[in-house]
Each structure stands twice: as structure tokens, then as C-alpha cells.
């Protein structure tokens, strides 16, 4: 059973920073493609940054952003503990949203990389952390 559980949201003020931690259970022992994703009330689900390593003798992680945040967010996963992590900088009232973590299956240097911003590539989510951005 693939389990993914976030925490580290919180309310910080602008220009503040965070650290999600996405715990994983039962996937991604071998390869992973994890994306996190974003949604404020009213607002779609949008796709802030997917990672892509592990598998095929790989040593290096393949990182994808969303304009809006490249240069502020940094995802990285920790092989040994199983767990996704996204480091947040330079925080933002429109960062404002509640975050999740997602887990593809679909998991290959062909079909993940191109489709990593979207919610139908993820089977799993995480049941999310809140992030509040407010003086």
C-alpha cells in the first residue's frame, strides 16, 4: 500500500521560509517521480515542482519547476529515508495554498518529464499541509 503523508506547513510571514516533508511509504524504492502541487480555495490545482531519479544506474535527480516558483522552491528527495522534501524560500502571499504530495506510477525518463505539471500523471496524493503567508 502506497502511503504519503506531508507535513511542515505552517503561517509565516512574507519573505519567510519552509520546509514540506512528504513521508513515503510502499513506492519509490527503486525509482520515483514525485511532484508537489498547490491549491488555494477557488483555484485549480496547480503543479509547483516534480522530481524524477532513482533506477537505471541513475546517481542524479531530474528537477522540474513551475515559472511562478523556479528560483524560490527546491525539491529534493532523500533515498535513504524515503522521504520528498520541498524547500521553500522568499515566501509570498500567493504561496498561500494548501500542498500536496503526488506519486506517478507511470515512472520513466519518456513519459514523466513532460507531463510532470499535471494531476492525472499522479496516482497517489498525500492528504496535504496547509501553508498561510501573512504579516
Known amino acids: 500500500e502506497v502511503r504519503l503523508v506531508e507535513s511542515g506547513g505552517g503561517l509565516v510571514q512574507p519573505g519567510g521560509s519552509l520546509r514540506l516533508s512528504c513521508e513515503v511509504q510502499?513506492?519509490?524504492?527503486?525509482?520515483?517521480?514525485m511532484g508537489w502541487f498547490r491549491q488555494a480555495p477557488g483555484k485549480e490545482r496547480e503543479g509547483v515542482a516534480g522530481i524524477f531519479g532513482g533506477g537505471g544506474g541513475r546517481f542524479y535527480d531530474v528537477t522540474r519547476y513551475a515559472d511562478s516558483v523556479r528560483g524560490r522552491f527546491t525539491i529534493s528527495h532523500d533515498k535513504v529515508l524515503n522521504i520528498n522534501y520541498l524547500q521553500i524560500h522568499d515566501l509570498r502571499p500567493e504561496d498561500s495554498a494548501m500542498y500536496y504530495c503526488?506519486?506517478?506510477?507511470?515512472?520513466?525518463?519518456?513519459?514523466?518529464?513532460?507531463?510532470?505539471?499535471?494531476?492525472?500523471?499522479?496516482?497517489?496524493w498525500g492528504q496535504g499541509t496547509q501553508v498561510t503567508v501573512s504579516s
Open positions: 503526488a506519486a506517478a506510477v507511470q515512472c520513466n525518463t519518456l513519459d514523466y518529464p513532460p507531463n510532470w505539471s499535471f494531476a492525472s500523471t499522479y496516482s497517489y
Open positions: 510502499g513506492y519509490g524504492t527503486n525509482r520515483y517521480c
